[in-house]
Structure formats: C-alpha cells, structure tokens
C-alpha cells in the first residue's frame, strides 16, 4: 500500500497543473524527481543524467540500466527495456563509467547475454526516489527493488511461481572475476572495467548474499558456458538459479569494495548488518531527508518545489566517496594515482571546469564538513600523484581546459574550511600554476602564459583565449590565498599581477575576447559566433564575460558602464547564429543554446552561467531580476527533459538552488553572493553551525520579480551583494518584491560588488 501510495503521488505530482501552491514541505525527498533530465541524447541533452538511488555522496550509485555495456546513456527514459541494474559510479556520459557491474532477475528459459536477459518495462509501474527504486520487469514477470547505503545496498526480488527463476550477476568485459559459495549463498568477484585512465590495480570488488538457497550455479565467459564454481576471464558473469512460488520474495544484500573482498564484506555488515529491506529503505529516506532539510522553502507552486528539491539532489553526488571504513574504524582508500591502499580521504568524479564556479560554493556555504572531508581527499590526491586532478574519474582525466583546482581550494579555506593541510594545497597550487602537467593537469601553454601574459592562438595549444582568461582567474585565487595564509608579498603579487591578463585578450575594436598570435596581432579572421578554436564548448560572447574577479576592470575596457550594458543586452537580442567549423557538426551545446530561444545566451553550458548576474556591476540590477527569473522559468522544470543541456555533476542544478535563494556566487574566492530575485515567498537556509538565514519574500510571484527594497536585519540594505561571512552569523533578509522594477536601488558606485582592481 505504501508504494502504490508513493506512485500515484509521483504521478500526480507529475500531471498536476504547476500554478498551484504547494503544501507545507514536511518530507522533502517526496518531492525530488530522479528521471529530471533522463530524456537525452547524444546530439541533444535534456541533463544527460540517470536516476542514481545512493544516499548524498555515497561510494556506490545504484541505476537501472537500458543502455548497452559500456554505453554512457545507460539509462535514457525513451528506452523500453531493462537488461540489468547497474552499480555506476558515473559522473556524465561524456566520462562514461568505473566500478559497475550489473544484477538482473529473470525468469524462463536461462539466458546470459545483455540482449537474452533484457526486459520490456513501463514509466507506468516505476517507482524512482533517491532511497527507493521499483519496477515490474513484464517478460520475467518479476518485480525489482533497491534500497542503499553509501556502500551496499539491499535488492528485493517479487518472482512469478517458476521452477526456472534465476539471478544474473554480469561483471562486464575488462577483465572481471566470479566465484559462487552455494552452500554460503554467496557469490564475490570484481569488475576492472573503466572508461578513463590508466589505472594501476584498479578492482571494483563485490560481495552479494542470497537469502535462498541457490539450486543451480553457472558461470560464463560472454556467453560461453563453462565448468566448475569459479572463473577468471575478459568477460565473466554468473547466473543462479532456484524455483519460486508465486508473489515469493527472494533478498540480496550487496556491497562493494575498490580494497578488497574482505573490505566489501565488512561494509556489508557495518551498514547493513541483518537490517531488513525495509528497514535499509527507511534509514536511507531518513538521511535524505536530513540532508535536504538545510534548505527549507516554503509559498512557491508545486512546480518550484518539485524543481528546488530535484536540482539539491543532483547536487549531492559529486565528488563521491572513494574512501572505506576497516574493520577498525580507520579510513582507507584505494588511490587512483598510485594504485595502492592508504589511509586517510578520497573522492571521485568531478570536474572542476564545471563545479568550481557555483557547486563548491553551495558547499561551503550549507555543507562545509563534507568539503573539508573533499579537501582532505585532495592532499592525498596530489601526495599520491604529484599533480591535483582537474576532472577526477576516477583519477586524472585528460578533459576540459583551466586550473580550476585553485579556485576549489582556495574557496574553501576563505570561507572558513580548516582541519585539513591547506599548506600542502597552497603548495600543490603552486606548482600547478607553473607546470604542464599530464592529463589535464597543471597548465598547457604555461610558458608563454607566464612570459607574455596568455596563450597564443598559434602556438598548437587548442582553446588558448579560454585557458588565459581561466587561468588569470585561477592566479586571483592563489593570490587570495597567498595572502590569508600570509605568504610574502613578493610572491603574492606575482599572482595579483598575472590575473590581470586577461586584459591582453580584449579587442577594443569588437568590445570582445579575442585570440591573439604570439607576436602580439590578434588572430584573423575573427568570427564572434564561432565555436571551439580559441575557446572551450562556446564562443567569444559566451567567454568575453570570464572575468569573474574584476568586472570592473571589463567594464573599463569596454568604454563605461552604459557600453557595458548594451554588450550585455546584446547576449540575449542577437539571433542564435554559430558557426561549427571547428568541430565539424553541431555540437549539442550549440543545439541546446540555438533552440532556447535566448539569443546567444547559452545556459546549457557554464561560461556564460553567470552572465546574467553581471548588471549588478554597472548599477542597473532590475536586469539581473529580470534575465534570472527568465531563465529559472523556462530552462528548469522537474520532468525528463528538466534542464537545458548537461546538468554536470550539479553545476547546472547548483545555478539553479542559489538563483532561487536569490544570490549567487559569481566570483567564488571574493566572499561575495550578487544578488537576484528570490523564488519563493520564504526560503530557511539552517546553516551547520545551527545558525538560521531566512529569506523573506511575502509578495514574491511570477509577476512580483522585482527586489524594490531589502533589509538585512531589520536594516535597509541597498548594496547589490551579501557576505559570506556576515550569512554564517545567520539573519534574516525580507525582500520586498514588486511588478516594477527600482531603478534607484543598487545604483550608486558602492552598491556594487566586489572586484579587484577596485580592491582597498
């Protein structure tokens, strides 16, 4: 009765007209939708995301898979078959996979393969929450549920009355070992197969428990039968067997391990131990719930709601654990950098090209005791491998541009993160800075970078304008670093220097971001729509904003607030031209910016992300209301094509919880949120230190977009900008919205945030 319950709810929720108010949020995970963003494909993402049932930043995901071995889109929403559920640790298709493998009941005549076992299913019978998973597989007749830990996971099996009822266990195709204990009802093994690399002694090992007793056992290299209770081949999986009685129910209690056998086993019993399913089900709702309960919102639709809490969600995975308890407590991990066993933290799959800019500060500011745990895992990151990773997946992916690892560090301890070695991580910023590095690692085109003040366009070093005007962002951080940690002057200001490079790229004659050559022309011919080549996944109007720590100093170069303006303006009135020379199709950031309906305006990747905040600088913030509250409407909804391009690891979502909060943090390192428009009509923001901030905004609606007046404490409040150290003091900020917008609010020179050539 509970599921058919949380179905029909799911389903009406679903299907209602959004213009109605939600009801008092008491149990926030209800609210969450895991297939937002499930409807993509390879030339169109909707998020490009898979319903992960894990709890937040759990070791192990756990997904129903509709996609081949090996395919990123393992699960898509228009699919109408299952052929396994996959433990996944995957952070987008684009990086694809590491540590899965796959269970699946079936029933009938036994078969092995992907295609033999698959099932035809229906969104009518799936059940997809956070804690929860269920759907009714029709050829087998057998209905699957799946409730996790960080590490482990309970499976319940609903069987048709059989005598050929069976369990196939596949570890996919890179080298995978299965053994089957009957008399124990036990199966282990591992998996190796991975996406990115290379990877020394990489193993995903795993441990399942029947709690039938197993009747028959097969194992198969492919679809190769062979003999005995044990196999090591490329590709091995296992099948089990028994006979079943109608609406039986046979439980598996999983877990798994990138140490050991041994590791997975004591997981198993420390998070599972002899709980029931339904037990497991309700401690993993009740973490969800605790988690999602620092955000409490409150007067907005049903729509909203549902939206709000679907983007925390995804906002809640990435980096995962790659760390494991012992059986003494201690914490281990498996290092992806040196393929050996050690103590202390880790974590996985992120990329910081994408996170860096709003997910690391979400962290900070709601959830800094996990960060300080990421930080942690980053010291041994660079201890381990030499080099901090700029996309971890596990290890060091070759992907992206930028040495965004400094802003990740350096947010984190300016905001207050300590109990870590932020020595060693000033260090590895350092060296990161002043290095090339493998993999993506350091900083490609340092030499000239450092020598002339950016990357040549011709010089060989692809997406070179893209890589100054990140990397001289990167510098500011160190140097904001450098400064709290007191590090000397002498060294500071050589970072303080460098981040102004980004003005050797400006072309006074285009109000642009332009490539230069190394003898100091600027490259031609210059098309401002043209993709790639000197910039990353975007153009020029997408990138010329990449200033994030001296907004002010781009406003200079562009002749003045009132030019500045009009460039901004320009973004969202040009038509959705492009010019895809570079990569030889259109690319699906190119698709997703041209079928908006917003110009040039490109929110379905993340440099121009924080364009829309901008206004704020040159004194005219009801723009920023206006843009903010555009794009919350129509690129967000709680559905399956719920985003407007790649979610990314909850950069995406993370634009959207701080927009509805009604700030955002456009240069992460300054201790500065630029003020919105706030979405609801009370946000409670409970802060870790058990602190409350609470947004007011009683006559906030779709109409009531404008901020006319704010007070902070009681107190009038006309600055365009709140501090982050002043939130963590907890308060409460009411905001008073209306149809129109005040154009006297925010517009004096000191109402502006911060930037560091106006810097005291």
């Known amino acids: 009765m509970k599921k058919s319950f949380l179905f029909l709810s799911s389903i009406l929720l679903a299907t209602t007209t959004f213009a109605q108010q ?50 990123g889109w ?26 899965q493998f796959a269970i699946m009941p079936a029933t009938g005549k036994l078969k092995v393969t992907q295609n033999g076992r698959q099932s035809w299913f229906s969104h009518k019978t799936e059940i997809a929450k956070p804690y929860y998973y269920s759907v009714y597989l029709a050829d087998h007749d057998v209905t699957t549920e799946i409730t996790p830990t960080e590490r482990s996971a309970q499976f319940r099996f609903t069987y048709p009355k059989s005598d050929s009822s069976f369990i196939v266990i596949d570890a996919f195709d890179k080298g995978s070992y299965i053994k089957v204990l009957r008399g124990e ?29 197993i009747a028959l056992s097969q194992l198969y290299s492919d679809s190769t039968l062979n003999d005995g209770s044990e196999l090591t081949a490329k590709h091995v999986s296992a099948i089990i067997g028994f006979k079943t009685a109608k609406g039986e129910k046979v439980h598996l209690r999983v877990a798994s391990s990138f140490i050991s056998i041994e590791q997975a086993d004591i997981s198993l019993q420390r998070e599972v131990g002899k709980d029931s399913f339904d037990a497991t089900e309700a401690k993993a709702k009740a973490t969800w719930n605790k988690t999602l309960s620092r955000l409490a919102v ?23 654990k790659m760390y494991e308890v012992d059986a003494k407590g201690q914490i281990m991990h498996w290092s992806a950098q040196d393929g050996t066993v050690k103590p202390g933290y880790k974590f996985a799959g992120t ?8 997910l690391y500060p979400f962290l900070n500011l709601v959830y800094p005791a996990i960060n300080k745990e990421m930080q942690a895992g980053l010291v041994n990151d660079y201890k381990e491998g030499g080099w901090l990773p700029e996309w971890s997946s596990p290890g060091y992916s070759d992907v992206m541009v930028g040495n965004n690892s400094a802003s990740v560090v350096s947010d984190a301890y300016l905001k207050g993160g300590r109990g870590y070695d932020i020595n060693t991580l000033y260090e590895a910023l350092t060296h990161g800075a002043n290095n090339d590095g493998p993999r993506a690692t350091g900083r490609d085109g340092v030499d000239y970078y450092n020598s002339l003040g950016y990357v040549p366009y011709d010089v060989k070093i692809n997406e070179n304008a893209a890589r100054t005007l990140e990397y001289a962002y990167d510098d500011f951080t160190i140097y904001k670093l450098g400064k709290a940690l007191g590090r000397p002057t002498a060294e500071t200001d050589v970072y303080k220097q460098r981040s102004m490079n980004y003005k050797n790229l400006f072309d006074p004659q285009t109000g642009l971001m332009r490539g230069k050559n190394k003898d100091g022309k600027f490259q031609t011919p210059f098309n401002p729509f043209k993709w790639g080549d000197a910039f990353t996944e975007g153009n020029s109007w997408h990138y010329t904003w990449s200033v994030f720590h001296d907004i002010n100093g781009l406003i200079s170069l562009m002749g003045g607030k009132e030019k500045f303006v009009t460039k901004l303006d320009s973004v969202w009135s040009l038509p959705p031209v492009f010019d895809d020379s570079y990569y030889g199709e259109v690319i699906h950031e190119i698709r997703e910016m ?3 309906g917003m110009g040039q305006y490109a929110h379905g990747n993340q440099p121009i992300q924080h364009m829309p905040y901008l206004y704020n600088y040159a004194g005219q913030p009801w723009k920023t209301q206006t843009h903010v509250r555009d794009v919350m409407n129509k690129l967000y909804k709680a559905t399956p094509d719920g985003y407007c391009g790649d979610e990314d690891n909850g950069q995406t979502s993370a634009w959207y919880v701080f927009s509805a909060m009604g700030f955002y943090p456009v240069c992460p390192s300054s201790g500065q949120y630029v003020l919105g428009t706030p979405l609801f009509k009370k946000l409670t923001l409970t ?74």
């Open 22 to 71: 939600a009801p008092k949020i008491t149990d926030p995970v209800e609210w969450i939708n895991p297939l937002m963003g499930t409807q993509s494909k390879y030339d169109l993402s909707n998020g490009n995301t898979y319903p992960a049932i894990a709890l937040p930043w759990g070791m192990n995901f756990w997904t129903p898979q509709t996609g081949k071995m090996g395919d």
């Open 351 to 358: 990329g910081f090209w994408d996170t860096f800019r709003a």
């Open 298 to 320: 409150e007067g907005g639709t049903v729509d909203q709601t549902r939206t709000f809490y679907s983007c925390l969600y995804r906002m809640l995975f990435f980096p995962n």
């Open 185 to 213: 009802g036990k199966i282990v093994g591992y998996s190796t197969k991975y996406a990115r690399g290379p990877l020394k002694n990489f193993k995903n090992y795993f441990v399942i428990y029947v709690d039938k007793p």
């Open 594 to 596: 041209q079928i908006a």
């Open 687 to 760: 802060l870790e230190n058990g602190k409350k901030v609470i947004i007011n905004a009683p006559t906030n609606s779709d109409a009531n977009r404008y901020v006319s007046a704010l007070t902070v404490n009681g107190k009038a409040y006309d600055y365009n900008w709140l501090s982050h150290a002043a939130l963590l003091n907890g308060g409460v900020l009411n905001f008073s919205m209306s149809a129109t917008p005040n154009k006297a609010r925010g517009i004096k020179a000191e109402d502006v945030p911060y930037s560091l050539s106006t810097e005291k």
């Open 74 to 99: 393992q699960y898509t929403y228009d699919a109408y078959k299952i052929n396994g559920f996959k433990q996944t640790h995957q952070p987008s298709p684009w990086m694809n996979d590491y540590g």
